[in-house]
């Protein structure tokens, strides 16, 4: 058997098909007949080297997208660059260059090593977020949500970086209020920002979760929650001559209501903030204050404090105390040295009065019209009584807030807005667009608006009056510019408008979108808003999906590389410090101890990376690229380790043998044999593979069971090496098959696929790549020996189709037909035919 060198096979196919024009994929010049797929993955940052997850994510989309172009599909598998963005400044200051020419550089890098994988994108629908023909669009996006009220100035605490000296979004701080990326302690100070309403789509965005079918629960289940709705009733309580409004999700619990809790910065707490400092000083511990409000109900008077637990952005920013009901009105009002409590839910069974009872339970007899009603029915009960005596009413609330996209960096789109004295705030016009990022050499410090110390960026003229004016000078976060790539994909070159709604809508959704369940809530909630925003002012018709611009969402799981630690100290290992010892177990060098083997994410701290490009030098394209699939199930965590690519390389190799044992078996004219004139051991290769093609095609088309579909190639492979050598099957049979496989096998691996096609017939010039999809097959029946009886006597064998006898009369006649059957039963008359499962038994006349 001739031995492949698999990593031979990279620069030879690669430059073939590139010469062809055809990017990497020869099926590009064959026109599609079906409808579109649009599938994609989350497009990276260029951090100028591809890792493994990269590596997993863009096999995966390539081998899909190369099976829908095989299916006739009009296939759009787009990439392109999340190019701005904090790393890349910050890496620019560390290497003193400019962001710009750190970015391109990396943009190339990675793109090379995108062809080394064998990646074939769309490299004419490419897009780069810092390109000005990019971010022109992004500008004109804000100014769209500006237009119609969907972008906002104003004033507001927000969450500050220490580190990346930059202003944070609520999604980047994560819930120990550490910054996403640098992970320090995000601090708090009132800044002038921009904001996109996105709170104005809550409730589509939460209710429009439901059509996602075809989305991992768990992703749904974190956007449910970060958008948080909760229902309740906003009910409103007389002070002075004034009223406070109260937000509650407990209006049942009225009854129990025994103080007001205002925010610190509530309006009314303000004001006796400035009459007395003294109290005001109390405000951040709580303190009651001089003021008196009315129970609705009751009319009874009940004091009015301020409370630190009383979030002022949420609701009114004012609590109905309810400590008999509510664990942290109760501990507040505990703090406050009160002691009487007023309970009116008690337990279903076992009621204790006046205990505090956090639950929903059932109305005692202090709840007026609503004693004796479960706490839901109440619930219904006493909204229906606030709206009829108009002090309150039902109200929904989102725990989600606006986008606040200000950020205080260079290296991102600058916000494309002018300050002037005169006039306010005014918008760019849309011919003084994009507004440019002015060059740097370098960058002097992290952070701190840089852009506010160029002169010239700063100072303008006044669209609006032509006086002096100033530009702003923040930047968008990044998340803006992925929020709306998917739609410039299908529209990349336009230069009149963000897309062309005629142009995109026919392409929209995407079909499939992959990427790490990192993105779960950020990227994925501001995708679905800016989506329903473009559709709402007609830049696609979103009708049919209520805007939703992903059909179907698949996370791939992480790749974790394989690490040693020291059992004694517990520290990670770098290769130098371990040896492989006596029956493979691997020893700490020091101690000679064994050392403790794990697989963990990989990171620079616990030596355990594991770089694409090394893989693919060592092993090619093809079985690196099939090696990660076969691994694990693309949602699960991966164990990335390089020595078990033996397996797929021995495959690999097996299946190039197979075309090199046939070259030699096969003339020029191959002919074909049909499958009447099959052989049992024939039928058995079509069956077996019809089977495993059926397989292989609900796994691209449906599971996306990757790892399935290797193993699937591996037993097509196997049963066709194992019959190479049968009498009973021909050269032909094995032909057609074989070259199945290699059709079914080239979305994983088209260098290995093309060589086998060259050694199998060298003088064939057509590409296998460029084949239709071996579609499955309907099974040939098999053949079983039934035995034939006549008058009670053993006549012959008949080697007829399987259930056969489960047919009378095609039975029958089937059997009559052959030559033994001409001979022992002929046209003599059938008396009574008796059919068992193997055994046919005529009863014939004379
Ligand atoms: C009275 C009450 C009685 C409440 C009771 C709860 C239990 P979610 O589910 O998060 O929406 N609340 C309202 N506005 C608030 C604010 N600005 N800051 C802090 N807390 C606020 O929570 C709604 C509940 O949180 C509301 O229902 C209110 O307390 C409190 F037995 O009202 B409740
Ligand atoms: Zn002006």
């Known amino acids: 058997r001739r031995v492949f060198d698999l990593t031979k096979l990279d620069a030879k196919w690669t430059a073939i098909w590139k010469s062809q024009n055809t990017f990497l994929n020869p099926r590009r010049k064959i026109a599609p007949t079906k409808g579109k797929i ?22 995966i989309a390539d081998a899909l997208a190369r099976y829908y172009r095989m299916q006739g599909h009009h296939v759009i598998n787009p990439m392109g660059w999340d190019a701005f963005g904090l790393p890349a400044e910050n890496a620019a200051v560390e290497r003193n260059v400019s962001p710009e020419k750190w970015t391109r550089l990396n943009i190339a890098k990675m793109k090379a090593q995108m062809e080394l994988m064998f990646a074939d994108f769309d490299w004419d629908r490419e897009i780069t977020t810092c390109d000005p023909d990019y971010y022109k669009w992004t500008q004109k996006l804000f100014l769209s949500m500006y237009k119609h009220g969907y972008a906002y100035r104003k004033k507001a605490e927000i969450n500050w970086d220490p580190v990346d000296q930059t202003v944070l979004a609520n999604e980047q701080v994560d819930s120990e209020g550490r910054s996403w990326r640098s992970g320090a302690i995000v601090e708090k100070k009132q800044l002038e920002q921009w904001f996109l309403g996105i709170t104005k789509f809550a409730n589509e965005l939460n ?16 956007q449910k929650n970060w958008i948080g709705q909760s229902v309740g009733a906003e009910i409103k309580f007389k002070v002075g001559d004034s009223e406070v409004f109260v937000y509650t999700t407990r209006p049942e619990t009225l009854y129990s209501v025994q103080y007001l809790a205002l ?11 400035q009459a007395d400092a003294e109290l005001a000083k109390k405000y951040e511990t709580g303190t009651k204050i001089p003021l008196e409000a009315v129970h609705p109900l009751t009319q009874e008077k009940i004091p009015v404090f301020v409370a630190p637990y009383v979030i002022s952005s949420y609701g009114h920013g004012a609590v109905m105390g309810c400590p008999a009901h509510d664990q942290r009105d109760f501990e507040f009002w505990k703090n406050m040295g009160e002691t009487e409590i007023v309970a009116t839910v008690e337990p279903a069974s076992g009621a204790k009065e006046n205990e505090p009872f956090f639950e929903d339970g059932v109305m005692n007899a202090k709840s007026g019209l609503l004693a004796g009603l479960t706490c839901q029915e109440a619930r219904a009960k006493i909204i229906e009584h606030l709206e009829s005596e108009q002090i ?52 002097l410090g992290k952070g701190g ?45 336009n230069k009149q408008d963000i897309i062309d709604p005629k142009k995109v809508s026919p392409l929209m959704c995407v079909d499939q979108y992959l990427g790490g369940v990192e993105h779960a809530i950020l990227h994925l909630l501001y995708v679905r808003f800016v989506s329903k925003f473009l559709s709402k002012i007609g830049y696609w018709d979103g009708s049919q999906t209520r805007g939703e611009p992903i059909k179907k969402l698949v996370s791939q799981g992480m790749v974790h590389g394989k690490t040693f630690s020291d059992p004694q100290t517990g520290k990670f290992l770098k290769p130098d410090e371990y040896e492989v010892g006596p029956e493979n177990n691997v020893l700490v060098k020091e101690t000679g101890e064994k050392a403790l083997v794990s697989f963990e994410k990989m990171s620079k701290s616990k030596y355990n990376g594991a770089d694409p490009g090394e893989c693919i030098e060592r092993h090619g394209a ?17 164990n990335w380790e390089e020595s078990k690519i033996v397996g797929v390389e021995r495959w690999l190799n097996k299946v190039l043998s197979v075309a090199d044992v046939l070259n030699g078996r096969i003339g020029s004219e191959i002919k074909t044999k049909p499958t ?4 049992d051991a024939e039928i058995s290769i079509h069956n077996e593979t019809q089977q495993l093609l059926a397989s292989i095609t609900d796994s691209f088309a449906r599971s996306l069971s990757m790892n399935t579909v290797i193993s699937d190639y591996m037993k097509y492979t196997n049963k ?16 057609l098959y074989y070259l199945d496989l290699l059709k079914a096998m080239s979305p994983v691996a088209p260098g290995v696929c093309e060589e086998a096609n060259e050694v199998l017939h060298p003088w064939k010039a057509e590409s296998v790549l460029a084949a239709d999809w071996p579609q499955p097959q309907p099974l040939i029946a098999a053949t079983i020996p039934y035995t034939v009886m006549v008058n009670g006597k053993m006549r012959f064998i008949y080697p007829g189709p399987e259930g056969l006898t489960n047919n009378k009369e095609e039975c029958i006649a089937k059997v009559i037909a052959t030559p033994d059957g001409q001979k022992w039963i002929g046209d003599r008359k059938i008396k009574k035919v008796i059919l068992k499962p193997s055994t046919i038994v005529f009863i014939v006349e004379g």
């Not at 610190?264 to 303000?270: G, L, R, V």
Request: charged share 20%; proline share 8%; with cysteine.
């Open 38 to 59: 649009y599938s994609t993955s989350m497009f990276p940052y260029p951090s100028g080297i591809l890792h493994m997850g990269h590596l997993r994510v863009y096999t």
């Open 207 to 222: 209710q429009d979760l439901e059509i996602l079918d075809q989305w991992p629960d768990k992703v749904k289940a974190m």
């Open 263 to 273: 925010a610190a910065d509530h309006p009314f707490a303000s004001i006796i903030a």
């Open 392 to 443: 309150g009413k039902k109200q929904i609330n989102y725990r989600l807030r606006d986008w606040l996209v200000s950020r205080q960096r260079y290296w991102g789109a600058p916000i494309p807005m002018v300050h002037c004295d005169r006039c306010g705030t005014v918008p760019v016009p849309d011919d003084q667009l994009p507004v440019l990022l002015p060059a740097v050499d370098k960058l």
């Open 449 to 493: 608006s840089p852009l506010a110390k160029i002169a010239e960026f700063v100072n303008v003229d006044c669209p609006s009056c032509g006086g002096a004016a100033k530009r702003d000078t923040d930047t968008m976060d990044t998340f803006v510019d992925s929020s709306w790539y998917l739609f410039r994909y299908l529209d990349s070159q």
């Open 622 to 638: 093809d079985a690196t690229r099939a090696h990660i699939l076969f691994q694990a199930p693309i949602e699960d965590v991966l």
């Open 676 to 679: 009447e004139e099959y052989s």
């Open 720 to 735: 066709l090496y194992g019959e190479l050598n049968n009498p009973d099957v021909s050269t032909e049979v094995l032909y």
